[in-house]
Structures are given as structure tokens and as C-alpha cells.
């Protein structure tokens, strides 16, 4: 195996530079893409450092846009977001304030409309086996059983 740097520092640099003006990035991932690239560790540091400089990296604004993305798009719960943020070694403080500001009602609405769309346009299920596979299906998405509960109580509310 060659370990040989795949760029010079400057090089590699300002590849990172366009990398981050097209999307937000975290830390972590720039740091693997540089180690991919056989980048020396002091160098690393030295990219990682000017592109914070430049603003080209920001973890505050990365979770951010992580957060509204992954829950508007994906649909995917806070436990799950939380999770996977962890996994890019995003501050545990950090993750707990871009979480917080997410609006309880747009997300009770999410954990609906998922609900909604597991039952077809059908009532909710009565049989108990039934109605646990769907909160399973939700819950592995991330979202929270009391708020899921929530969801389909309010569901119910629509069909009675």
C-alpha cells in the first residue's frame, strides 16, 4: 500500500475548501477524507484549523443543517438525529441545543404523517400485535414511544 500523500498540504487545502462551499460538513468527516488521502496528521490539523479560520467549517451550523435536513427529508426522529450526530462526534451540548429548537408541533406533525402513511388511509388498527408493529416501525426511525402514542391517539381523533 502506497502512503504516499495523494496532495500537497495547499492542494489538499483548497480541494477541502470547494468540498465545504458546496455543504455543510462536520469536523470528523474532513478529517477522514483527509486521512483517506494519506495526509500528515500535523497537516490535518493545519487544514482543519484554516478552514474554521475561513468559516468554511462550522459545527454549530453543520448540526444545524443536519438536524432540519434529516428531519424534514428523512423523517427521522430525535433519538435517531441524536445518534448519528454522536456518531460525528458532535459535543453531546451542542446536539442538545439545535435539538430543543426544533418545533414540538412540526414534529408531532412529522410523527403523524409517518403514521399516516404506514396506515394507508386506513383506521388504526385495534388488534394490539398490529398497532405495535406500526409504533416499532416509527421508533426505529428514531421518534419517541410517547409522542408516537400522541400521534396515533390524534389520529384516532380524525376517525371518530
Not at 479560520?53 to 428531519?71: H, I, M, Q
Not at 430543543?100 to 403514521?115: D, R, T
Amino acid at each position: 500500500m502506497d502512503n504516499k500523500p495523494k496532495y500537497e498540504t495547499k492542494t489538499a487545502l483548497s480541494k477541502m475548501m470547494a468540498i465545504c462551499s458546496r455543504g455543510e460538513k462536520a469536523i470528523s468527516d474532513i478529517e477522514e477524507k483527509l486521512r483517506n488521502w494519506n495526509i500528515a496528521s500535523s497537516d490535518i490539523n493545519y487544514i482543519i484549523d484554516e478552514l474554521i479560520k475561513e468559516n468554511f467549517l462550522n459545527e454549530e451550523r453543520f448540526c444545524t443543517a443536519y438536524v432540519r435536513d434529516k428531519l424534514r427529508f428523512n423523517h427521522w426522529g430525535k433519538i435517531k438525529i441524536r445518534y448519528m450526530l454522536s456518531g460525528k462526534n458532535i459535543a453531546k451540548s451542542l446536539q442538545e441545543k439545535i435539538l430543543s429548537e426544533i418545533n414540538p408541533n412540526e414534529y408531532l406533525e412529522i410523527i403523524i404523517s409517518e403514521l399516516k402513511s404506514k396506515l394507508r388511509g386506513n383506521p388504526i388498527p385495534t388488534d394490539y400485535n398490529e398497532k405495535m408493529k406500526i409504533v416499532a416501525s416509527l421508533s426505529r426511525k428514531g421518534f419517541e414511544s410517547e409522542l408516537i402514542f400522541k400521534g396515533l391517539s390524534e389520529i384516532e381523533k380524525e376517525y371518530k
